[in-house]
């Protein structure tokens, strides 16, 4: 089974500075998608970046890129410029590629989170 | 994305009740999932909610504990029976539209249970 670790439970940046979110991830298979998610105080999860394993090209969306590297298993997440809204528990989810009909096959695994701060 | 909506917000219950968790999505999806994420934890999925047939548990939830229905492709519930403190968790519903492997999830805002 695939697994997801954040080996950062927190931290914490300066306004306007930038900071990288760790992620490394556990799969046996060569074709799959990686996210990141942002769960602020109000818990809504909301979409940060995706990225699909097959494009070696590290996707990036305004201020948030990410960072992928295939062999190493590591998916981490850079936030430039870091903003006061940016707070908020980040989570790194990996999800399978397999057949529709199979039982969690659809599934994102997370992982425990990291829990961002930002300094004014 | 689409807009999803759970009622209640939030919740404290005794134990020993149930309590129905309800999931109104803004338009039609292919895939439901229920999840729980207790205290300080990260997410863990309970099981997809399959239209017009029984839902799909993940290995330790079981339906006598966490009964879903999905009546259609807008709607779907979870209640969670027979409460215990233990329950205590935020548990929330996802959707995706086609059901596609490269499909993003979208999130509703949570349920906050309080079990007593």
């Known amino acids: 089974a695939q697994t997801v670790t954040q080996s950062q439970p927190e931290m914490s940046v300066q306004e306007a500075e930038t900071v990288t979110l760790s992620c490394t991830y556990d799969t046996s298979e060569s074709d799959y998608y990686l996210f990141w998610y942002k769960q602020p105080p109000s818990r809504q999860m909301i979409l940060v970046i995706r990225q699909e394993a097959y494009k070696q090209q590290n996707a990036t969306e305004n201020r948030f890129s990410v960072n992928f590297q295939k062999a190493a298993k590591s998916f981490s997440l850079k936030i430039s410029d870091s903003q006061l809204g940016d707070a908020a528990m980040y989570f790194c989810a990996y999800r399978t590629t397999g057949p529709v009909t199979s039982q969690g096959a659809q599934k994102l695994v997370f992982g425990q989170g990291t829990r961002l701060t930002i300094n004014p | 994305s689409a807009v999803i909506s759970q009622k209640p917000s939030r919740d404290i219950c005794q134990r020993g009740t149930s309590l129905t968790i309800q999931c109104q999505v803004d338009s039609q999806v292919t895939m439901m999932f229920w999840y729980r994420q207790q205290p300080g934890q990260s997410l863990t999925l309970i099981a997809t909610?399959?239209?017009?047939?029984?839902?799909?548990?993940e290995s330790g939830f079981v339906i006598d504990k966490f009964p879903i229905s999905r009546p259609n492709l807008t709607f779907s519930t979870l209640t969670v029976s027979n409460m215990s403190p233990e329950d205590s968790s935020i548990y929330l519903c996802?959707?995706?539209?086609?059901?596609?492997?490269?499909?993003?999830?979208?999130f509703g805002p949570g349920t906050r249970l309080l079990v007593l």
């Open positions: 909610a399959n239209q017009g047939s029984e839902a799909t548990y």
């Open positions: 996802s959707v995706e539209r086609s059901g596609g492997p490269g499909e993003t999830q979208y």
